[in-house]
């Protein structure tokens, strides 16, 4: 009985160690981040209830405790450069290398936006692709935060922390930049000569209303339509894809058979007959806020690049309404009335 009660004992022990051993960051405080230079920079994570926390930057350090599981800090403006290493301590110790200052921007929008470095194809007497990956050597300064991309059956909840990591600017790893936000990026490094840091949140074939949150379509009896709008189409989508399944062989037969004719005609192919998409596939109305924007404030922002509208081009109207509405969301969220937004 004894023996039992001295396991139980170490056990309960180790239990507690690991409890307190978890002061972690959010995922965009990690190696290779760059803060925004002349700010108040806030950095953000989890711990255990009521654990201290401290972070030690650039000379800095300021601590906290951690409440409901949560904690804060802000660091004074910084002035650019680096690199630096960020400590974080709390029970354990959390170490963050190669730091630096300078402009970081969020760079967000559908496919125009996503669309890659290495798939561009210059025209006229632009530099080669070779020429241009060949040159990103020069710009290690330059960092790309990327955020994967997921598929969804529902509507996401606001995610705590978003995943993703930060990468130095080099020939190979350039290639997976976004090409809008890389040349960007380029073009503020040579002119002011500082670290520039690149948040790339976006999702090709993405509408507006997907980057707003819930309270800020419901603002306008409009764009609350199309939350229920949605609803209607999640009720629908059930008999749409029973039906496209009752369909496909004859689908599929007419599609080969056209096929065919265009090869043997020379015309372009047909495009394959496919399922319907499950209408909260890339989010639905406010998904993308939940989970690509949300999670992000409040890290400290120079300003926004937003390049997106092509999937509300058949409610080109409607746009004048979402467009300001996602400003507006955004500069709130950030609680900032000033933060640049650069629309392509």
Not at 53 to 59: K, L, M, N, T
Not at 231 to 246: A, D, F, S, V
Not at 285 to 295: C, E, H, Q, V
Request: net charge positive; charged share 20%.
């Amino acid at each position: 009985m004894k023996k039992v009660k001295f396991i139980l004992t170490i056990a309960c022990f180790c239990s507690t160690l690991m409890l307190k051993a978890n002061v972690k960051p959010g995922n965009l405080f990690s190696n290779n981040c760059v803060l925004q230079q002349g700010v108040t920079v806030p950095v953000w994570g989890t711990a255990a209830d009521s654990e201290k926390v401290s972070v030690e930057f650039a000379g800095q350090k300021v601590s906290t405790v951690a409440k409901d599981g949560k904690w804060m800090v802000k660091l004074q403006p910084l002035k650019a450069g680096g690199p630096f290493v960020m400590t974080v301590r709390g029970e354990n110790t959390v170490t963050i290398s190669n730091v630096l200052v300078g402009e970081v921007w969020l760079c967000s929008g559908q496919s125009n936006m996503v669309y890659q470095l290495e798939r561009i194809a210059p025209e006229g007497n632009s530099q080669s692709l070779a020429e241009v990956l060949a040159d990103a050597a020069n710009y290690s300064s330059i960092r790309q935060f990327s955020i994967p991309l997921d598929n969804y059956s529902a509507i996401p909840e606001v995610a705590e922390d978003i995943i993703g990591g930060w990468d130095i600017c080099n020939p190979q790893s350039a290639k997976k930049f976004s090409a809008v936000a890389y040349f960007f990026a380029r073009d503020l490094y040579k002119k002011l000569n500082v670290p520039v840091g690149i948040i790339n949140s976006s999702y090709g074939g993405t509408t507006a209303e997907q980057w707003i949150s819930k309270e800020y379509l419901e603002q306008s009896p409009e764009l609350k339509k199309l939350l229920s709008d949605y609803e209607r189409y999640l009720n629908q989508y059930p008999g749409k894809l029973e039906q496209y399944q009752k369909d496909e062989p004859m689908l599929l037969e007419k599609w080969t058979a056209e096929v065919e004719k265009a090869k043997a005609e020379g015309r372009e192919l047909p495009r394959k007959p496919v399922a319907p998409r499950h209408p909260a596939f890339s989010g639905g109305p406010t998904g993308l806020y939940n989970t690509m924007i949300a999670p992000l404030v409040p890290y400290a922002i120079k300003g926004i690049a937003w390049y997106q509208g092509e999937q509300n081009a058949g409610r080109g109207l409607q746009y004048r309404q979402l467009l300001p509405t996602l400003i507006k969301n955004w500069r709130d969220s950030w609680a900032d009335q000033n933060i640049p937004f650069v629309i392509v």
